[in-house]
């Protein structure tokens, strides 16, 4: 299935949000930055990521139940979704 601008919006904004958070990240582990605050920001980056990942399944999932609505052959199957949703859990 091709993304779309309409089912990467959020998920997009998400993954610019966690790049500049781990640029953040890597400066303080360059600079010597006091461990805690790098795992927290780094737990941060990756919890936007996957949230970014979910938002696309999720807008995956609604894209082809839509197209079955229609009566059209989605692009995927719902196992499909499911295995790629499980491979980010």
Do not use: W
Not at 3 to 11: I, K, Y
Not at 31 to 46: F, N, Y
Request: hydrophobic fraction near 45%; proline fraction near 1%.
């Amino acid at each position: 299935m091709k993304l779309r601008p309409e089912m990467t919006g959020e998920a997009l904004t998400r993954l610019k949000r966690a790049r500049g958070q781990l640029n953040a990240v890597i400066e303080m582990m360059e600079e010597g930055g006091d461990c805690r605050e790098v795992l927290i920001q780094l737990a941060a980056v990756s919890k936007a990521i996957d949230r970014a990942g979910y938002k696309i399944i999720a807008s995956g999932m609604r894209h082809c139940a839509d197209a079955r609505e229609r009566g059209e052959q989605a692009e995927m199957t719902e196992q499909e979704l499911e295995k790629l949703f499980l491979a980010l859990a």
